[in-house]
Every structure is written in C-alpha cells, then in structure tokens.
C-alpha cells in the first residue's frame, strides 16, 4: 500500500508563487509515475502534471505549461510542483497521486492507483 501526503499549500496573492511537495511512503517510490491534479469549486478534478520514471519525462496541461513545473526526487521520495505567476483560476484542493505498471503516463483520474489527501491552494485577485 502507498501512502502520499501532499503540503505545501496556503493563501497567495496573483503573480506569486508556491511549491507544493508530496512524500511517499510504502511502496518503491522510482518505479512509479507520479501526478498532480487538482479540483477547483463546481469543477471536475482535472490533470495539471505528471513526470515519468526514469528517464524523467514530463507532461503538462496547456493551462499551466511554462508556469508550473513538476520534478520528483527518488532518494527522498518526494514530487514536486513549482507554481509560479500564480492565477485566481488556479485556486482548488491540489492532489497527487501514483500510477502503478502502465505503460503510459496518464492524464486522467482513472489510470492513477493511489491519491493523497490534497492540499489547498487559494490564488487571490
């Protein structure tokens, strides 16, 4: 069973920035690809990153693309997600999560196996 445990989020103004990190547990870390979705009020959960295992490749929604920056680290089990020039729209509950022996890296809820507890992240005007 893996455990994710995001943090990292909080209140920030327009143009700002935050770093979220989430931390593994319980399963091997560099063998999975790794997500961050997020799930904004009276919206669906949508994808915003992923990174591949080795070698790292990444992937991003054309909404965060040259602002958001995903990375991971496997000696310390960790994702991250740098969000810089922060928009109101990025507002929602940030989670990651971990996909399991697929081939592809996914873009979708449902080729993900284990999800974290989310973070908050609120960009003000």
């Known amino acids: 069973q893996v455990q994710l445990v995001e943090s990292g989020g909080g209140l920030v103004q327009a143009g700002g920035s935050l770093r979220l990190s989430c931390a593994a547990s319980?399963?091997?870390?560099?063998?999975?690809?790794m997500g961050w979705f997020r799930h904004a009020p009276g919206k669906e959960r949508e994808f915003v990153a992923a990174?591949?295992?080795?070698?790292?490749?990444?992937y991003y929604a054309d909404s965060v693309k040259g602002r958001f920056t995903i990375s991971r680290d496997n000696a310390k089990n960790t994702v991250f997600l740098q969000m810089n020039i922060l928009k109101p729209e990025d507002t929602g509950v940030y989670y990651c999560?971990?996909?399991?022996?697929?081939?592809?890296?996914?873009?979708?809820?449902?080729?993900?196996?284990?999800w974290g507890q989310g973070t908050q992240v609120t960009v003000s005007s």
């Open positions: 319980g399963g091997t870390f560099s063998s999975y690809a």
């Open positions: 990174t591949s295992t080795r070698p790292f490749s990444t």
């Open positions: 999560a971990a996909q399991v022996g697929r081939l592809r890296v996914g873009r979708t809820m449902s080729e993900y196996d284990y």
